[in-house]
């Protein structure tokens, strides 16, 4: 059964870089066509999706957020990252690591638990 | 329009039939995923493409498509399927896009 978990610093400082990790069990990330996305969800808000990526390292971003996102691979842990710089209160959120089937096929079958991300000084 | 506009609330007798909306322009082209969220949970997805359900999922739960509104259809709504309920489409350059959530409630 696969399973995403992801991890990271719940308390990120306002105008400092939020940074997590995704990591996969039971399946490897790199053995399919998989993508691997993060998206998030403020207290008592609907989902945003915020990027994908592929074991390639071919990435794309939700155009609102993409001149502070990086998101990357490391296959060899089986695990993908995400960092956004620059955050400010209006970032704190839910933060889920999740599966898809490609990169026109966005119905995501595998979510981690989800970690909360609260930006405050 | 890069939306997907959906009913913030509705609600549904114990046994009784309830559809779940989601109007975009992009569903005039593509296929809405469903996704079942209870309190402090991550998403489940529930229905996918033109109406798949992922393993485990009850067949209760169907998914349709006409003109730019996709529905999630629940018969015989149980106690258990009381949750927020997302639709996941696209936005006019192809990325994914959620729509704002609907609270189903369950009396």
């Known amino acids: 059964q696969l399973q995403l978990q992801e991890s990271g610093p719940g308390l990120v400082k306002p105008s400092e870089t939020l940074s997590l990790t995704c990591t996969v069990s039971g399946g490897s990330i790199s053995s399919s066509s998989y993508y691997w996305g993060w998206i998030r969800q403020p207290p008592g808000k609907g989902l945003e999706w915020i990027g994908s990526i592929y074991y390639s390292g071919s990435t794309y971003y939700n155009p609102s957020l993409k001149s502070r996102v990086t998101i990357s691979v490391d296959t060899s842990k089986n695990q993908f990252s995400l960092k956004l710089s620059s955050v400010t209160a209006a970032d704190t959120a839910v933060y889920y690591c999740a599966r898809h089937p490609s990169e026109r096929d966005h119905d995501f079958d595998y979510w981690g638990q989800g970690t909360l991300v609260t930006v405050s000084s | 329009s890069s939306e997907l506009t959906q009913d913030p609330a509705v609600s549904v007798a114990l046994g009784q039939t309830v559809r779940i909306t989601c109007q975009g322009d992009?569903?005039?082209?593509?296929?809405a995923s469903w996704y079942q969220q209870k309190p402090g949970q991550a998403p489940v997805l529930v229905i996918y493409g033109k109406n798949n359900r992922p393993s485990g999922i009850p067949d209760r739960f169907s998914g349709s498509s006409s003109g730019n509104t996709a529905s999630l259809t629940i018969t015989g709504a149980q106690a258990e399927d009381e949750a927020d309920y997302y639709c996941n489409s696209r936005d006019s350059s192809g990325n994914p896009l959620f729509g704002g959530g609907t609270k189903l409630t369950v009396l």
């Open positions: 992009s569903l005039r082209s593509y296929y």
